[in-house]
C-alpha cells in the first residue's frame, strides 16, 4: 500500500529537478535542519525559475536557455 500511495504523490508533484540529499548536504554544512516540504518548495521554485527562463529565450528567438535568461 505504501509504495502506491508514493507512486501517485510522486505523479502529482510533477519533475523533480532537485536532489534531497543535496539540499541536506548545504543546509548540514550551514549547520541547520531542512523540513519536510522544504525540498518540495525549492523544486517549485527552481522549476518556475527554469519555465521563466525558457519563456525568455523563445522571446529572444533562441531555442537555448543561457544564464542571462535568469
Given at each position: 500500500m505504501a509504495k502506491k500511495a508514493a507512486k501517485k504523490?510522486?505523479?502529482?508533484?510533477?519533475?523533480?529537478?532537485?536532489?534531497a540529499s543535496r539540499v541536506k548536504e548545504v543546509a548540514r554544512s550551514a549547520k541547520v535542519r531542512v523540513s519536510g516540504d522544504f525540498v518540495d518548495a525549492a523544486n517549485d521554485?527552481?522549476?518556475?525559475?527554469?519555465?521563466?527562463?525558457?519563456?525568455?529565450?523563445?522571446?529572444?528567438?533562441?531555442?537555448?536557455?543561457?544564464?542571462?535568461?535568469?
Open positions: 504523490k510522486a505523479a502529482k508533484k510533477g519533475v523533480q529537478v532537485i536532489l521554485a527552481v522549476v518556475d525559475l527554469i519555465k521563466k527562463a525558457v519563456a525568455r529565450a523563445k522571446a529572444n528567438g533562441r531555442q537555448t536557455i543561457r544564464p542571462q535568461d535568469i
